[in-house]
């Protein structure tokens, strides 16, 4: 019972922050139809840029409480990665919007090669330890294990969410998104700059990411340069579970995603007779990937409304 | 001031020129129709006005304003709207939705939410389905929210491409009398449209498109009358 409990609970933690960087792989394909492959560096490099800050911010010896450095190394390192997704789709996407669909692709998967060899030039090759200044001691919930921070964590990452389904489902800017991605010279001719619009959904896409990365990093206690690899094909495979395109899915795939994980790592061992073990976590990921691509390609959440002529 | 001064707009997809230098004017108020077979070149024409698609020449005049460098997207502040051919509504989006995305580019809310309110006094259909989603609606209904998102960019110059088109003959002459009504409101209208008979009944003047070019022009009136026209799209 109580290894049900905390895989429950780690599942949770790790599926909210799988969400998060799902959600910046489904809006991008919802509007380009474009997998963006090097997501998973953008949440890296929000990693490392916060972990440089709050390094930074420690030996200052400001005397702010460690919540604070937290914070205010996250409001620089967000508009920086904002501006990396903004620029990676001006620079290396936008002039491929008209080119069969392989050649973004594969810039996608070069762009995020490049990436992480230049995080390694700056950050080195070696783990970026998160400075150890957040309160780890656990909190002991139905005999498992939680600490305050990972609290912190799922409740900012479905606050985040609320947010943002607020503003994609509420407002003129959101609404104009999901025209954009229904039909681009439709919205077009309602007066939406489409790229603009495509811009925006980078700039978002990335912040959620960059959020992601600090969590992982914290929750960790390090990060690395190649960090962003793994954690962007998992999330995409969360993406694709509940659906790629579709909002809701990639919440929902993405939680389910952190929960398969967790609870296959903890009974794989039981299950096997203790002959494969939770180093195996890695493997659920992409088996549910490719059984979801085999028996249900549109993921869950991904019912297409009939469209009549 | 004309509403709309066309000069040898020419339009091209690679190799194929679809649209060979036409010229026409629309004046304020006026409906016009833009009559021709398929393939003539009166959607390319019509898009290109929108500024979906570039014009490889000729010059585009809104109110005495050359649109020539404006996009697609701030053409509709200019005062032009399009209702494309095959309708182009957001299918998942909600009616209501795709209404308000007519008012995108306007901030008078309270003559927005008006407006909104007299769309769906000319279409009750809609105001029955608002939170259906668009998709989900049967083709004239859909065409229904086409139209009404475009007249909610508050248009003076309103172009239509084939409102007829896939409907069946009691939607058609509804969805024209509907275009009626929005012409005696006071904005200009230029027509495209296969059912000859209707457009040339409904206009005041017209132009034949034949190849890219114009062919003929002319009151609509007359039109019907002209031999060439009765015998090349009236049926006789």
Not at chain 1, 145 to 167: C, E, F, S
Not at chain 1, 220 to 226: F, M, N, R, V, W
Not at chain 2, 48 to 74: E, F, I, M, T, Y
């Amino acid at each position: 019972m109580d290894i049900f409990v905390q895989q429950l609970f780690n599942g949770i933690i790790l599926g909210s922050i799988y969400a998060l960087i799902a959600l910046g792989y489904t809006m991008v394909y919802g509007i380009l139809g474009l997998i963006n492959f090097a997501h998973g560096e953008v949440v890296m490099i929000g990693a490392m840029v916060t972990i440089t800050l709050l390094r930074i911010l420690v030996e200052m010896n400001t005397g702010l409480p460690a919540a604070a450095l937290v914070a205010l190394a996250i409001t620089t390192a967000l508009p920086l990665c904002a501006l990396l997704g903004f620029t990676l789709e001006r620079v290396a996407y936008r002039p491929l919007r008209n080119a069969p669909r392989l050649s973004p692709l594969i810039t996608a998967i070069g762009l995020s090669i490049i990436l992480q060899n230049l995080a390694m030039i700056i950050w080195g090759r070696n783990y970026a330890p998160f400075p150890p200044i957040l309160d780890t001691t656990p909190w002991k919930i139905l005999g498992a294990a939680i600490t305050p921070l990972q609290v912190v964590i799922v409740i900012l990452a479905v606050a985040i969410m609320a947010g943002l389904w607020l503003l994609i489902g509420r407002t003129r800017k959101g609404r104009a998104m999901r025209a954009v991605a229904q039909n681009p010279n439709a919205a077009r001719l309602m007066g939406v700059n489409v790229d603009g619009i495509i811009s925006l959904t980078f700039v978002l896409g990335s912040s959620l990411g960059c959020i992601a990365g600090v969590m992982v990093a914290a929750n960790y206690g390090q990060a690395h340069a190649t960090m962003g690899f793994m954690l962007g094909l998992k999330a995409f495979a969360a993406a694709v579970l509940g659906g790629i395109g579709n909002l809701a899915g990639a919440m929902i795939g993405g939680l389910l995603l952190g929960l398969i994980e967790s609870f296959g790592a903890g009974y794989i061992g039981d299950l096997t007779g203790g002959f494969l073990g939770s180093q195996y976590q890695d493997v659920f990921a992409f088996l549910v990937l490719i059984l979801v691509l085999v028996f249900r390609p549109s993921g869950l959440m991904g019912e297409r409304v009939a469209e009549r002529a | 001031m004309s509403m709309l001064v066309v000069n040898d707009l020419a339009v091209s997809y690679g190799n194929i020129n679809a649209v060979q230098g036409v010229s026409f004017r629309v004046e304020p108020g006026e409906l016009v129709a833009l009559i021709g077979a398929n393939g003539a070149g009166k959607s390319s024409t019509l898009n290109c006005l929108a500024g979906l698609l570039p014009a490889k020449r000729g010059d585009v005049q809104l109110q005495g304003q050359s649109l020539n460098r404006v996009p697609a997207h701030d053409r509709v502040a200019h005062g032009m709207a399009l209702v494309p051919e095959g309708r182009g509504i957001f299918s998942r989006l909600t009616v209501l939705e795709n209404l308000q995305m007519g008012a995108y580019r306007r901030d008078d809310k309270s003559v927005v939410r008006q407006e909104l309110t007299q769309v769906f006094e000319m279409f009750p259909r809609l105001q029955e389905r608002r939170d259906q989603l668009a998709g989900t609606l049967s083709g004239g209904e859909q065409q229904m929210v086409a139209i009404g998102r475009a007249l909610m960019t508050k248009p003076q110059l309103l172009l239509l491409d084939e409102p007829s088109m896939g409907l069946a003959p009691l939607l058609v002459e509804q969805i024209f009398a509907t275009v009626a009504t929005v012409a005696k409101s006071g904005v200009a209208i230029l027509l495209v449209e296969q059912n000859a008979q209707l457009a040339l009944q409904l206009s005041q003047r017209a132009y034949v498109m034949e190849n890219g070019r114009i062919t003929l022009e002319g009151d609509s009136a007359g039109l019907l009358q002209d031999v060439r026209v009765r015998q090349a799209y009236l049926g006789e």
